[in-house]
């Protein structure tokens, strides 16, 4: 069993960062791909960035290109989502997520976290 708990989500102004954290406990998150993704009001939950247990492989949603970036700390057990250059669009309530194997994708998290709001004001 894996639990995950974000944090570092909160209010910014557009055009400002933000850098979440995902802390895993439970298991070591070495052998898990993680991703992030996001949920905003009256919308389906949608992803945003995941990433093999080594790194090496990274995927980003087009809205995140250019902007985001996914990286871990296997030694802290810990994600990281540096998010720049913030749109009021990207206001929602981000969550966490975790599952064994390697397919870099949106599909198939089986662990997840309980969000963090990020609100980003015009």
């Known amino acids: 069993q894996v639990q995950l708990v974000e944090s570092g989500g909160g209010l910014v102004q557009a055009g400002g960062s933000l850098r979440l954290s995902c802390a895993a406990s439970?298991?070591?998150?070495?052998?898990?791909?993680m991703g992030w993704f996001r949920q905003a009001p009256g919308k389906e939950r949608e992803f945003v960035a995941a990433?093999?247990?080594?790194?090496?492989?990274?995927s980003y949603a087009d809205s995140a290109k250019g902007r985001f970036i996914i990286s871990r700390d296997n030694a802290k057990n810990t994600v990281y989502l540096q998010m720049n250059g913030l749109k009021p669009e990207d206001t929602a309530v981000y969550y966490c997520?975790?599952?064994?194997?390697?397919?870099?994708?949106?599909?198939?998290?089986?662990?997840w976290g309980q969000g963090t709001q990020v609100t980003v004001s015009s």
């Open positions: 997520a975790a599952k064994a194997g390697i397919r870099v994708d949106p599909y198939e998290y089986r662990y």
């Open positions: 990433m093999s247990w080594s790194g090496a492989t990274r």
């Open positions: 439970g298991r070591t998150l070495s052998s898990y791909v």
